[in-house]
């Protein structure tokens, strides 16, 4: 729960703030992207300077979002103001999400965090953190209504992208009577929700389901975790590049036999593998991605790891039991 005052906290900011920075986390999924251009979008219409961006050097969207409006305006962090007056992060559980954009926020005059992980220290001026929200989209909309306004249609869809690739299509525990209520609300400004899980969930190409093919090969069950990899020369071999890698983990996930899910994906950059978990309740996966330097949901985490598959599976699996 967010405590009224605050709310008010974080409208009074946006209302009197000239320029605001609204920065989401690297790597930005659907909910990071959808909150980044629902905000910045509601506060461009309302006469603020806006700039929207996360931490590369040339911020592009994961190919399955490319349908979202507004992504032709993020801008990359090159072009951001080094000391803005207002900077807002959406969807980050630690600074250190912002990557390269960390310190444009620590240099902010006043910084709004606004997140749902439960892990957040709450690391802003203002802090809009509620672990109970099922995606960081539905408080960006309870921020923008409390502002007075209403998200258009393109924000509404890019709100709408964040719970629902956040709550895996209304699956989740997490899924609470708001989050419908504010996706019935989204619906009702105009959202094309068939369009929305066409272009996210059924627009595969072949290639892509080679790869899965890949994955769904390798995987194996010890100890009540599901587990497999995939390593860049996979990608390369099935013609996919890695940012069409997306939602792998949701393949494996789903097998009666495990209590958790493990994937790795080889890093492009940087080496090692990235480590995506995901938890079916009984098994506090953001404990685990924690302790690997990592971070996130209890049922839904990830971090980075330096080392081979097999010597990351024999790590979680050794905290899972510790
Ligand atoms: P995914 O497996 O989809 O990449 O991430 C699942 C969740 O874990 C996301 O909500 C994200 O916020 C969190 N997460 C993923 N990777 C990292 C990481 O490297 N560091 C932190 N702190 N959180 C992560
Ligand atoms: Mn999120």
Redo the contacts with the bound molecule.
Sequence with gaps: MIEEAEWDRAVAVLRSAGEVVVGC?V?P?G?ALGSLLGLAGALRRGGTRVWATWGAEDPKAPPIYGFLEGLETVVPPAEVPERPDVFVAV?C??P??LGTLAGHFAAAATTVNLDH?RSNPGFGTVNLVDPGAASSAELVYQLVRRMGATPDPAEATALYTGIVTDTGRFQYSSTSPTTLRVAADLREIGVDHERVATEIFESGSLAYLHVVGVVLSRARVEDGLVWSWLDTADLDAAGLSIDEAEGL?DAIRPVKESRFALLLKQRAEGGGY?G??RSRGEVDVAQI?QALG????RR?????FDGAPDEAARAVLKLADG
Aim: glycine residues 20%; aromatic residues 4%.
């Design positions: 986390h790597d999924d909910d969807d559980g630690d250190s999400r992980h983990i990235k995506s978990l991605a990592g971070g996130g949901h839904a985490a990830g971090f980075t």
